[in-house]
C-alpha cells in the first residue's frame, strides 16, 4: 500500500506537502500505514496533552454516543456542558466562573473580543473598540482572530486586514543586549503597552490580549516575573481588559491549569481550546468574569454562537480529559518532566554552536537555532533550518513542531513538548532522536 496520500485526493492543505497516512495512535506513539511509529514530540499541534487513545476517555466518549451525540443548544440542554462548565469554573481562579463553550481555539478568541465588545457596549464605554495585541504573536486564522495574530505569515496574505488592530512587540529580552537586569526589561516591555494606550487614546482600548506563555509564534516565549503584574496593573490604570490566549498555555501543558498562576495574574477574560479537547473532539472554551457576562446577559444578550457549541459528545470527552489530567497527576508531571526535559534541553547549548537558545515553562518548551549565538543571527534563511530538521526529525521517527517568525528578529524555533504522561525513558527516547536530527542537520549546514 502506498504510503503517501494519493496524488489524486481531493483535500488540500497550505502547501500541499504530503505525510504519511495515519493508521493509529497510542500513548506518545503514532504509527503510519507501513507501520512506521513516531514519538509524538509536539503532542500534534501541543494538543494531544494526556497522550492518544487513552481508554477512560474512548470509554467516556462511548457512553455519551450510545446516549446522544447532539440537542442543539437552543433546543435542549446537556448534562455533559452543564457538569464540564461546573468542573472548568472549580479549576479557574474565582473570579472566573463564567463558562461559554466553543469547538476551537480561534472560536474561543473570537468569543472573547466579542464578549469584551459587548461588555463595553453594556457598560456605557461603546467608543472602545481597539484591541492591542504582540508581535509576534498567533491568536488563531479566522479573520478578528487573525486581526490580533503578529505574524505576517498568516496575516499578509490577506492584507489590508478588515480591521487592523494595534501591536506592541512581545517580550523578547534574551534578544536583547541592554545592561538592564532580566526584571527591568520586563517592565520596560510591559511599559510599551501603557505607551501604546497613550497613543491610540485610553478611552478607545477595549483591550490587551496575550499569550502569557508563547505558542508557535514565538516559540515558548515567557516573559521576566516583573513584566506579567506590570501589565495587569497597566490594565487596571486605563480599564482595559486583560484576555489571556491560553489556548495552549492553559489546562496543564505548563503545569498549572492557566499558565497565568504563575505569575499570581487573573485575567478578565481567558480562551480555551487545544488540551481541553486533548485531540478527542473539537472543544474550546472563553471563560469569563461573572459581572462581565452579566452586565452583557443584562442589556440584550451575547450575541454570539456556533451551530457545535457545547454539543454532548465534545463536552463529554472534555469531562474525561480532565478527569484524567487529575488522575495522572499531570499538572505535577508537567513541571517534573518538564524540568527533565528542559535540562536535557539545555544540553543542546553545549553540543551544537548554532543552538541559540532554549525556553519554555513545564511542558511547553522550544529550542532557536541561530547562526551565531553571541549576536543571536538567525540562520540564513534560504536554509529552510525550520523545515529541513522537522523533516529530517521525522525520517527518524520523532515529530517536533518549527516555526521562522518572518519580519521579526526571531529565527527559527523548534518546539518540543510531548503528552504530559511521558515517561523518563520516553524522554531518553526522544533525546537520541533529537541528538541523530541535530547530528545530521549540523553535518548538513557544516556547523
Ligand atoms: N491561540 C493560540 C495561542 C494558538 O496557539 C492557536 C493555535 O495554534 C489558536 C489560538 C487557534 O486555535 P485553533 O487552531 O484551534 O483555531
Not at 95 to 110: H, I, N, P, T
Not at 140 to 155: E, H, N, P, V, Y
Not at 170 to 190: F, H, I, V
Not at 227 to 247: K, P, S, T
Request: proline share 5%; with cysteine; hydrophobic share 45%.
Amino acid at each position: 500500500m502506498s504510503l503517501a496520500v494519493s496524488k489524486q485526493s481531493n483535500l488540500f492543505y497550505q502547501s500541499g506537502s504530503r505525510r504519511p497516512l495515519l493508521d493509529k495512535a497510542s500513548g506518545i506513539y503514532l504509527w503510519d500505514i507501513s507501520g512506521k511509529r513516531y514519538l509524538d514530540g509536539s503532542s500534534g499541534a501541543m494538543v494531544s496533552n494526556i497522550g492518544h487513545s487513552n481508554p477512560n476517555v474512548l470509554a467516556a466518549m462511548q457512553r455519551q454516543m450510545q446516549r446522544a451525540t447532539f440537542g442543539y443548544r437552543l433546543h435542549v440542554e446537556n448534562e455533559p456542558a452543564e457538569q464540564l462548565a461546573s468542573a472548568i469554573a472549580q479549576r479557574m481562579p474565582p473570579k472566573l466562573d463564567r463558562v461559554f463553550f466553543v469547538s476551537g481555539g480561534s472560536e474561543a478568541v473570537e468569543s472573547s473580543i466579542k464578549l469584551a465588545r459587548q461588555y463595553a457596549i453594556a457598560s456605557g464605554q461603546a467608543q472602545r473598540f481597539k484591541i492591542i495585541s504582540r508581535f509576534p504573536s498567533y491568536h488563531g486564522s479566522t479573520l478578528g482572530a487573525l486581526a490580533l495574530t503578529g505574524m505576517s505569515l498568516m496575516s499578509a496574505p490577506f492584507a489590508p486586514m478588515l480591521c487592523d488592530m494595534p501591536k506592541i512587540a512581545a517580550p523578547t529580552t534574551y534578544l536583547d543586549t541592554d545592561n538592564l537586569s532580566e526584571q527591568q526589561r520586563g517592565l520596560r516591555y510591559a511599559r510599551l503597552l501603557r505607551e501604546e494606550i497613550l497613543r491610540q487614546g485610553p478611552e478607545t482600548v477595549l483591550a490587551f490580549i496575550m499569550e502569557p506563555v508563547g505558542g508557535a509564534s514565538t516559540g515558548a516565549l515567557v516573559a521576566p516575573d516583573s513584566y506579567y503584574q506590570e501589565i495587569r496593573r497597566i490594565c487596571d490604570e486605563f480599564g482595559v481588559l486583560l484576555i489571556a490566549d491560553e489556548v495552549m498555555s492553559g489546562l496543564g501543558r505548563t503545569g498549572r491549569w492557566l499558565a497565568m498562576e504563575h505569575w499570581q495574574v487573573c485575567a478578565d477574560i481567558v480562551a480555551l481550546s487545544k488540551g481541553f479537547g486533548a485531540g478527542y473532539m473539537p472543544l474550546g472554551a472563553m471563560v469569563a468574569r461573572r459581572d462581565l457576562v452579566e452586565a452583557v446577559l443584562g442589556n440584550g444578550g451575547f450575541v454570539h454562537g456556533h451551530t457545535y457549541a457545547g454539543n454532548p459528545l465534545a463536552c463529554a470527552a472534555g469531562l474525561a480529559v480532565l478527569e484524567e489530567i487529575e488522575r495522572l497527576n499531570l499538572l505535577q508531571a508537567a513541571q517534573q518532566q518538564g524540568a527533565r526535559l528542559r535540562a536535557e534541553l539545555d544540553g543542546l547549548l553545549h553540543r551544537y554552536p548554532f543552538v541559540g537558545h532554549v525556553r519554555g515553562k513545564g511542558l511547553l518548551l522550544a529550542f532557536e537555532l541561530v547562526a551565531e549565538r553571541a549576536t543571536m543571527e538567525p540562520l540564513p534563511a534560504a536554509l529552510n533550518a525550520h523545515t529541513r530538521l522537522v523533516d529530517i526529525a521525522f525520517e527518524k521517527g520523532l515529530i517536533i513542531y518549527s516555526r521562522r517568525t518572518r519580519g521579526g528578529r526571531l529565527g527559527d524555533h523548534f518546539m518540543v513538548c510531548p503528552p504530559l504522561i511521558i515517561s523518563d525513558p520516553q524522554i531518553d527516547e526522544l533525546m537520541e532522536m533529537l541528538h541523530a536530527s541535530l547530528d545530521q542537520f549540523s553535518h548538513e549546514i557544516g556547523m
